[in-house]
């Protein structure tokens, strides 16, 4: 899906190399929110989401490794 986001935002206009870097990194960021807000509700949401947080955490290391050029972890 990130491919196919990219190819059609590129389609309309061009992405700088800085800007391009940045938004990979900024994948990483929303991931992060993303599991602080599903651990803050696992009381109300159930145990399930334990198992989602972990699955996240892997996409970011391999986010991380694949697509940005300066690692950050």
């Known amino acids: 899906m990130w491919d196919a986001f990219v ?3 590129r389609a309309v206009r061009p992405i700088t190399p800085d800007d391009f870097e940045a938004a990979h990194r900024f994948v990483i960021v929303r991931h ?3 599991m602080g807000e599903y651990a803050s509700r696992a009381q109300e949401w159930g145990s399930e989401t334990v198992g989602w947080i972990a699955r996240e955490a892997n996409f970011l290391r391999q986010w ?10």
């Open 64 to 73: 991380e490794t694949e697509r940005c050029v300066e690692r950050l972890f």
């Open 32 to 34: 992060i929110w993303l």
């Open 7 to 9: 190819d059609g935002y």
